[in-house]
């Protein structure tokens, strides 16, 4: 009898799918059936638009109605499919102008009463249906600022189905309710972040009301390594007694990380948002993110996974920022070891049947643990009891792979009294250490403008080796260590990554024996 | 007899009316055995349609097509079988067709007919 077309988009991982959505009424009895592999959610959806359609007055079509799904294999998942069944069934039945829904993009959750609610994961999914040419998305009120991060796209932001249907008909209030809002797509985010300064004190963060770097008294040497890694976007390790300040240090991480530039915001943003765990009023993460999961986490809530929806893991939500795995011998060691792919990688594979979803997840790994399980073991024999089998058993727990693939490993002494004192007038802020990690990055940014590459971290070791070798001569220390058995060969690529950050934050044009020597202090770190 | 009754008759009575109007020959009406109950079997040409007549007096609690429901579709199904073996016969197509009315008032109905819907 009648057939029309609309549009959205099935996410997998944070890649979006187009998914045609068909409503076809023939003559039959009053049914509906949908078809295309949907999920329970979404098989739902069947009862949901009706009520909504029933409660915004308009009329339910009382025929057959066959609602597909299209690339039938694709699994579908979730409720967002909602309003482009709905609006898709009211225009087969006639009661939207099929023309209308041309270049639209539907996304929502329709509730009884006709609201649209709102749902996760729209900002890559817009940012797919930009991608594949179409120019206006209709979305829920509260997800219309996510909507409009996307540029180049037109978001019409509706409170109800009546008012997306007025949209549709051009007949905006006719149907009753506030009528939909239209605004342009990369309004709220126009290029660079903030939008004026000057760009490298924009890209500094501001004076933090939080933690600053400056409250941590002593520990130079670890202070020091949180630069490095801060600036090359290299794995730390702490290792110390507990009040020595681990874990002070590595929630400061996130002061002197630089913000994140365009791209990689958004990324940030669309992992964030599939998660739903995006706020509601600041729609865009320009600061890195800092995830620090409990040890009783999961493999599943580390790196991704979840029955249903997949759902990416922590390492993804810290895609671009700072893991921090507080106690790490606490973890299990699987969960640990899981994370051994996405650190050489950058991202994480989830394989489910019929699908295969991918999150990005390059962040920088912070571990923190006790030298022993009684923790009164650092300094000049204080009374710790653990037997050195015991000792050796707990901090095996964090594999040896794992740990080889860590850059720095710092070693903190438990804080004495004199530092405690004196060093309140001398230690630097954060801000202070934030521009000079943003200067050695920009430095390292512009020696690998051309590549796919923005951190020393992210080098290959090939590449390093023929394009951006050390000093001659200068590596000669590393490679004493490496006959010795100290180091692996990975461990002297690592080495060499260390080092030109080093060199990056001290302005120099290439690491030489001192940047090197230094690097291999602290990848050798804890000696175990 | 009490008024959805009433209507229930006036209907299968419209529903036989309608049908006989537009060509089809009727066998029977309101056949029963163990199993339910056949509102009307007619002949259209070399088909059997087993008829099911719905009747409501308003759309309160949905179209009268929307009762028909799969337990009902199986039901007439069965049913048709069923009166074939009784009577003998054979045929060489067999339908179930439904048969919505809704009373419009003053004696009127409004009729939709969908064939063949099982």
């Keep these: 009898m009648a057939l029309a ?22 003559n039959g009895l009053p049914a509906t059936i949908m078809v295309g592999l949907p999920d329970t959610a979404l098989r739902e959806a069947r009862d949901r638009i009706r009520a909504a359609i029933v409660n915004s007055n308009q009329t339910w079509p009382p025929h057959k109605i066959t609602v597909g799904l299209s690339p039938a294999s694709l699994p579908k998942r979730g409720s967002w499919f909602d309003l482009s069944i709905a609006v898709g069934v009211l225009a087969a039945a006639g009661q939207v102008p099929r023309a209308a829904l041309d270049g639209v993009m539907f996304f929502g959750e329709l509730g009884l009463d006709g609201r649209l609610r709102r749902v996760n994961g729209v ?37 109800t189905l009546a008012a997306a249907l007025d949209w549709l008909c051009g007949t905006p209030g006719q149907r009753g309710g506030r009528p939909a809002a239209e605004c342009k797509g990369s309004q709220v985010f126009p290029g660079k972040i903030p939008p004026n300064g000057p760009a490298t004190s924009a ?42 300040g681990k874990t002070m240090l590595a929630e400061r991480i996130p002061t002197i990380l630089p913000r994140l530039d365009t791209a990689a915001a958004l990324e940030v943003t669309s992992i964030h948002s599939v998660a739903g765990t995006l706020p509601e009023q600041v729609p865009l993460l320009t600061d890195p993110p800092f995830l620090a999961p409990h040890h009783t986490a999961t493999k599943a809530a580390i790196v991704g996974g979840g029955s249903g929806i997949i759902r990416p893991g922590s390492a993804s939500l810290a895609h671009r920022g700072v893991l921090f795995l507080d106690e790490a011998p606490e973890f299990a060691r699987d969960v640990l070891d899981a994370l051994r792919q996405p650190l050489e990688a950058g991202e994480v594979v989830v394989a489910r049947s019929g699908v295969t979803a991918r999150f990005p997840a390059r962040f920088t790994l912070i571990l923190a643990a006790n030298p022993c399980p009684c923790a009164r073991a650092a300094g000049p024999a204080e009374g710790c009891s653990c037997s050195p089998s015991a000792r050796r058993r707990y901090l095996g727990r964090i594999s040896g792979p794992l740990l080889d693939r860590v850059d720095v490993k710092i070693e903190l002494e438990p804080i004495g009294r004199k530092e405690l004192l004196n060093d309140r007038s001398f230690t630097e802020s954060s801000q202070t250490v934030a521009l000079r990690v943003l200067q050695a990055r920009e430095r390292a940014a512009h ?79 804890v000696q175990r | 007899m009490r008024a959805k009754d009433v209507l229930g008759k006036s209907g299968e009575q419209a529903a036989a009316d309608y049908l006989e109007s537009s ?60 009166w074939l073996n009784a009577h003998g016969v054979r045929f060489e197509q067999i339908r179930i067709d439904v048969i919505g009315l809704l009373y419009e008032g003053t004696g009127g109905f409004t009729i939709e007919h969908i064939r063949g819907v099982g």
Excluded at chain 1, 203 to 230: I, K, N, T
Excluded at chain 1, 463 to 481: A, D, H, K
Excluded at chain 2, 45 to 74: D, I, N
């Design chain 1, 447 to 525: 020696r690998l403008r051309g590549t796919p590459w923005r951190l020393n971290a992210e080098v290959p070791g090939s590449e390093l080796r023929r394009t951006w070798p050390p000093e001659p001569g200068s590596l000669q220390v590393v490679e004493r260590s490496l006959e010795r058995g100290q180091i692996s060969a990975r461990g002297v690529v690592k080495v060499i990554r260390v080092a030109w950050t080093i060199a990056d934050l001290a302005g120099r044009a290439r690491p030489g024996r001192a940047d090197c020597a230094s690097a291999l202090g602290l990848w050798l770190g």
């Design chain 1, 5 to 26: 077309r609309t549009h959205s988009v099935a996410l997998i991982g944070i890649t979006g799918h187009v998914v045609e959505v068909e409503a076809d009424i023939a």
């Design chain 1, 123 to 159: 900002l890559p999914a817009v940012a797919a249906a930009a991608q594949h040419g179409f120019d206006r998305v209709m979305v829920a009120e509260a997800n219309a600022a996510e909507a409009a991060l996307v540029p180049g796209v037109r978001v019409v932001a509706a409170p």
């Design chain 1, 203 to 244: 890209l500094v963060p501001p004076v933090p009301a939080g933690p600053d770097l400056a409250e941590l008294l002593g520990q130079s040497l670890a202070r020091h390594g949180a630069e490095v890694c801060a600036a090359g976007g290299h794995h730390l390790s702490l290792l110390g007694p507990p009040g020595a």
């Design chain 2, 23 to 82: 060509g089809f020959r009727i066998l029977d009406r309101n056949w029963r055995c163990a199993g339910g109950e056949i509102d009307i079997v007619a002949v259209e040409r070399h088909a059997l349609v087993v008829c099911e007549v719905k009747s409501r007096s308003g759309t309160r609690y949905g179209s009268p097509l929307e009762a028909v429901g799969r337990a009902k579709q199986a039901r007439l199904r069965r049913l048709a079988v069923q």
